[in-house]
């Protein structure tokens, strides 16, 4: 999986954004926790890093975290061209009261790229573009937290949910609050605006003018999507990162195989 | 690895979150509401050890683990395994028994539960209480107007 551009994350190189229009997502799970330990590149990570991973009460919540963090820093090493240990990250200003605890970025003003990272229950996503974007990905929920849950969403989505069967009532609303937590994201504002404030159902034509929502597949038991300012990306590419992408000597292939697509074709 | 979206290797993560994903197999427990008359009439400790009771029992159920599994001083909400959903979950259960206003954007960032059990005894003690918040301002809890009865 390693090609001629993997990008070993000790070294410097040339930087390869990805071009205007174009959208890279990459799909992380965790590696098995009996070896977790002993392969993945912790000391890229930064002190709080390391400090968040040791923190989990479930194990296996670190690990997702650690192999999140360490795809994160290796990925956007490779887009700069520079050691994923030296990556910079700085919170933009909140878009509400301009404290510094808005989107994660890698410079600001005027990053030269921008990017997203969620992570749930094994698995991760992170979304780089040269357009400001948010991604998440949910574990599907249980029936009995989507009736507690419901009410808090928007009018329209409540409206929507109340038609489907317990099943399908589920996957729809991991739908909807992935986009929406998506969308929260690349606002800035996360979770601090109310969730019943914008309406993320299944019509695409009520949803905020200026973005572009895409659902992303990822299997049976996870929802993800994506949020992205401006028009819809004129290409979509969307890869697992390896399982050795992660590991002490492992690498990350920006221009490794995966699928790309036109954002037409996305269910969203 | 493949690649394509029609066998894309979705199927082998049962090796790896099988326990965490039957919720079937989970532990799950109903917590006992608290009576808000005696908490607001009660002392200090008995009001928070009270408040702490309920606020493990709930996030014992949305987490799907036993109460006394839960450590309310060490950790952050996100580090007891509290996303975004079940945070919500967390956030709407509490307001409907307690009658306050939980900000959720806050109750994610807590640096403990019992940053959160703290807030909640200062909003739940009798009503002259210096603690009290009015849902004005960004607090972790403030008093419910609407729903107080």
């Known amino acids: 999986m390693i090609g001629q551009l993997a990008h070993r994350p000790d070294a410097a190189g040339a930087p390869r954004l990805p071009l205007p229009g174009h959208l890279d997502v990459w799909l992380v799970r965790r590696p098995r926790l009996d070896t977790a330990a002993g392969t993945l590149a912790l000391d890229e990570l930064s002190e709080p890093e390391r400090r968040r991973t040791a923190s989990f009460v479930r194990p296996a919540d670190g690990v997702t975290y650690a192999s999140a963090h360490i795809a994160l820093r290796r990925l956007l090493g490779a887009y700069l061209g520079m050691p994923a240990a030296d990556v910079p990250f700085v919170r933009e200003p909140c878009p509400g009261c301009a404290g510094p605890h808005g989107r994660p970025a890698v410079r600001h003003p005027d990053p030269p790229l921008h990017f997203s990272l969620a992570h749930s229950h094994g698995m991760a996503v992170v979304a780089v573009s040269r357009a400001v974007l948010g991604v998440d990905v949910e574990r599907l929920p249980r029936a009995e937290t989507v009736e507690v849950c419901a009410a808090a969403l928007h009018p329209g989505e409540q409206i929507e949910l109340a038609r489907l069967g317990a099943e399908e009532r589920r996957l729809a609303f991991g739908r909807i609050w992935t986009r929406k937590e998506a969308y929260l994201k690349a606002l800035g504002t996360g979770l601090s605006r109310d969730p019943a404030r914008d309406y993320l159902g299944a019509d695409p034509g009520r949803r905020p003018a200026g973005w572009a929502l895409l659902d992303l597949a990822s299997g049976p038991r996870h929802n993800a999507a994506v949020a992205v300012r401006g028009a819809p990306p004129e290409r979509v590419a969307v890869r697992w990162l390896p399982p050795t992408a992660t590991h002490l000597d492992g690498s990350v292939d920006l221009a490794a195989g995966g699928v790309t697509t036109r954002v037409s074709d996305w269910g969203a | 690895m493949d690649l394509t979206t029609k066998n894309w290797v979705f199927d082998d993560l049962d090796d790896l979150d099988d326990l965490d994903y039957e919720f079937a197999r ?29 606020v493990r029992g709930e996030l014992a159920r949305v987490l799907r683990v036993p109460p006394d599994t839960i450590d309310t001083v060490g950790r952050p909400m996100n580090s007891l395994g509290i996303g975004s959903i079940n945070g919500l979950e967390l956030q709407r259960r ?28 200062g909003q739940l003690g009798p009503g002259d209480s210096l603690h009290k918040h009015d849902g004005r301002g960004d607090h972790l809890v403030a008093h419910d107007v609407l729903g107080t009865p």
């Open chain 2, 94 to 121: 509490m307001e409907a028994v307690l009658r306050v206003d939980v900000n959720l954007n806050r109750l994610l960032r807590a640096n403990s539960a019992a940053e959160l059990i703290d807030c909640l005894a």
């Open chain 2, 26 to 54: 989970d532990h799950v427990a109903e917590p006992e509401p608290p009576d808000l008359a005696h908490l607001a009439a009660c002392d200090p400790a008995e009001r928070t050890r009270l408040i702490d009771a309920y």
